[in-house]
């Protein structure tokens, strides 16, 4: 099993940054995706940005050019340096890890953040 440990959301004004953090322990296989999802009261989760355990990344279309996903060098905590928020980035973010060999998934506890004047 792999546990997931997400921190680094709060409150934020329009324009600002934060960083989530998502630090993974367990059973880390070695081909694996670590993925960032939100979820807004009244929405579908959806996701936001990806890196897989060889390094590409993907992105949504709402966080391109403002969020930028990335990892520690052992490559067991992911990042989500986002800029510039909007209030509609207002959400509960999510950590997902995938072993896609296994089909095995694990989800975080969810961090909020909160966009607003």
């Known amino acids: 099993q792999v546990q997931l440990v997400e921190s680094g959301g709060g409150l934020v004004q329009p324009g600002g940054s934060l960083r989530l953090s998502c630090a993974a322990s367990?059973?880390?296989?070695?081909?694996?995706?670590m993925a960032w999802y939100r979820q807004a009261p009244g929405k579908q989760r959806e996701l936001v940005a990806a890196?897989?355990?060889?390094?590409?990344?993907n992105y949504a279309d709402s966080g391109k050019g403002r969020f930028t996903i990335s990892r520690d060098t052992a490559k067991t905590t992911v990042f989500l340096q986002m800029n510039s928020l909007k209030p509609e980035d207002t959400a509960v973010y999510y950590c997902k890890y995938y072993a896609p060999l296994t089909r095995y998934e694990s989800w975080g506890q969810g961090t909020q953040v909160t966009v607003s004047s």
């Open positions: 890196i897989s355990s060889s390094g590409s990344t």
């Open positions: 367990g059973n880390i296989a070695s081909i694996y995706v």
